[in-house]
């Protein structure tokens, strides 16, 4: 009898996976880039954010969710899902206040850093201009809601490693939000820590080390001289 | 309801304009009242500054202020950060910074006076000065001094791009980089970096002496009217070194009456609030700065390149002092205050940064590595205040115990010439308008004596050689019996 290989092919290439990992796992091993933003390798996937979504033998479906398997015919780089992702994005951009030339994240951040691989070259619908004030009260961490996408990173890493539970989210829908647990609701009075590994895990610039700023110099940014596709190739070559 | 209503009081004043709706560019508006025999009674220009951007700032951690602030305009971001991180400098606990960062600082700041200069004489104010005010306007823009002169129009070009390579070495990128930080700068510069600009900087004092030395000829071919156009007395003020030489980084502050005779001398400009007062108009959005000594109807003052020239005891650089000898002499030992003679001194001050910047690239201490500053205690509280390229820029910030501003309070460049662009059309009116039928070669007379101050509105609308502007010709009963509009924006 001959053996299954282990490999399916994304956008017709063919990509070799273990038995167990998921589709975005696997791409991401071989160096090949699907849009994601709420994955993060080390916590269980929650599927949430929806950019990752692909073409798993004609069906729609999570690629940070669904098991790879032998034969599977995954598409994602269609002009479709990638026009389907740039309207994803522009809704994650208008939805909060993400304005990049003023924010110390920037070319450290995984939204803009897709935004740019996928091309976003204005918001579309009109900006939302929440109101919504940072919290500082913590010596050394500070939250700035306005970026927060809601991925829920920080929630699991404070939950699942650190195991503070600082995180949670609240509200439905339109109405979600991020809060913390604490009776005034303020980050100062919980016991987060900036060696927590929750103080470090946000794609975005909603949680930020106090006072660092822009220390690092345009330049030396992650995707200041790769682009995150590029990025993640680089990556699966410097694994082997 | 008007603006003025709650002018009163700054807190609601702010709080009304905070509304990004309510934001509109560069919109400059001139308004004009005659009696039945045209005769001018009133002359007012109207700006809409840009309002609101201090309720921005409040409420964001004080170390990302430097660099989002430069969002408040597109063409000298380099000077709001400078300021700003100079107040922020002091907020944060850092005493004085390396000599390494102070210099990369210095090196940025007038990479943006060159680069803001030359933006403003080549693409702004030529049309005008080498085409003529009331040539043929669908020709007076930079497309039409390409075709007359096109060697000046090159270089202009390539001046304004020095000076924005020298910016971006510095700091990151041509516009909105980062570079200075609370505590000094976030990179130093290479050796490769520094002979890149190097290489260059000799053309480009060659091109901005030769743009002093035109202008120059123009105002020999007509002296009296290139002095008198858009004249007025006023006091005048710049900052100055310990020794009373011209510095746009830092230093401190001195005001000169019209006959250039000393109001004040080296103010610690963190004691600014007991120095100068702002009159609300109700007519304007746009406050009117004035020094407290002399009150709303005498203290005011001109600021930028004629009033820095002129207020210092000498440019510390040689061209650049030699160019401002001939440039003094035609006041004959009296201070001079044609609006036309700003282009002038903007070069000089040109000049003056391209010099600087060659200095600054031959001084070992450029390469060092020794960016950031020991860091003592955090205030609550600090001013920083840089000479732009439009002028005086005050930025004064209170930060909480959280690190975040609790107030912000900018007076920036065109607003302390508020009053002064004011009186250099209501100068242009009466000598050119009264009496006549308003034309367009007229009105642009108006523009010119603007422009002249090169106010932030003409670079806010990013439109080459030209300005939005409004002049509404009104009767003693206030009804608008003539209306022209000029480049507005979405026209
Ligand atoms: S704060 Fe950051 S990590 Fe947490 S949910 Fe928001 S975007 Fe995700
Ligand atoms: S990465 Fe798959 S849903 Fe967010």
Known sequence: MSEIANTFTLDGQIVHFTPGQTILEAALEAGLYIPHLCFNPELKPHGSCKLCTVIVNGRSGSACTIKAMPGQEVQSSTPELDGRRRLQLQMIFVEGNHFCPGCEKSGNCKLQAVAYDLEMLNPHFPHFFPERPIDASHPDVMIDFNRCILCEQCVQTSRDVDGKNIFALAGRGMKSHLIINSPSGKLGDTDFALTDKAAHVCPVGAILEKRVGYAKPIGERIYDEKTIREQVAADAEGGL | ?491
């Open chain 2, 1 to 491: 309801m008007s603006y003025l209503e709650t002018a009163e009081s700054p807190e609601k004043l702010r709080r009304l304009v905070i509304d990004p709706v309510s934001r509109v560019e560069g919109h400059g508006k001139v308004t004009i009242l005659l009696d039945d025999n045209n005769k001018i009674h009133q002359v007012r220009l109207h700006i809409v500054e840009f309002r609101g951007f201090e309720k921005f700032i409040e409420g964001r951690p004080y170390w990302e202020v430097p660099v989002s602030v430069q969002r408040l305009c597109g063409i000298c971001p380099v000077s709001h950060q400078l300021a700003a991180v100079k107040a922020m400098d002091i907020i944060a606990g850092y005493g004085a910074i390396t000599p390494t960062a102070e210099k990369l600082r210095r090196l940025m700041h007038y990479g943006q006076i060159v680069q803001s200069h030359a933006v403003h004489f080549f693409h702004l104010a030529s049309p005008d000065l080498l085409l003529g005010f009331e040539s043929d306007v669908a020709k007076r823009n930079i497309i039409g001094v390409v075709a007359a002169h096109p060697e000046i129009a090159t270089q202009g070009v390539l001046l304004r791009k020095f000076g924005q390579e020298v910016i971006q070495h510095v700091a990151g990128k041509k516009v909105h980089g980062t570079g200075a930080i609370p505590g000094g700068m976030n990179k130093a510069l290479t050796i490769p970096e520094r002979d890149a600009m190097l290489a260059k900087v000799d053309d480009m004092i060659a091109w901005s002496t030769a743009a002093i030395h035109m202008l120059k000829k123009l105002h020999e071919s007509d002296p009296d009217f290139y002095n008198k156009f858009g004249e007025f007395d006023s006091n005048m003020m710049g900052m100055v070194r310990g020794d009373g030489a011209l510095d746009l980084y830092h230093g401190g502050l001195r005001a000169n009456d019209a006959d250039g005779k000393n109001i004040f001398d080296h103010v610690d400009y963190a004691n600014y609030e007991s120095v100068f007062d702002e009159e609300v108009k109700p007519w304007s959005y746009m406050k009117f700065p004035f020094i407290r000594t002399l009150g709303p109807e005498n203290g005011w003052y001109k600021v930028g390149p004629l009033a820095r020239v002129q207020v210092c005891d000498f440019i510390p650089t040689p061209l650049a002092e030699k160019e401002r000898q001939d440039l003094l002499a035609i006041g004959n030992g009296r201070p001079s205050h044609g609006a036309l003679l700003f282009h002038w001194a903007r070069m000089i001050e040109a000049l003056h940064g391209v010099e600087v910047i060659r200095d600054l690239l031959n001084d070992p201490d450029i390469l060092g590595t020794d960016l950031i500053a020991d860091k003592g205690a955090r205030k609550e509280e600090a001013v920083g205040v840089i000479e732009a390229p439009r002028g005086t820029l005050f930025h004064h910030y209170r930060v909480n115990e959280d690190d975040v501003v609790t107030f912000c309070n900018l007076i920036v460049s065109t607003t302390n010439n508020n009053q002064a662009m004011n009186e250099a059309i209501r100068s242009v009116a009466t000598r050119f308008l009264n009496g006549r039928e308003v034309t367009e070669g007229l009105m642009n007379h108006l523009e010119v004596a603007i422009r002249a101050y090169d106010p932030c509105l003409s670079c806010a609308t990013h439109a080459i050689g030209k300005m939005p502007l409004e002049v509404s010709l009104t009767d003693l009963n206030g009804k608008i019996i003539d209306t022209r509009f000029k480049n507005m924006l979405g026209a």
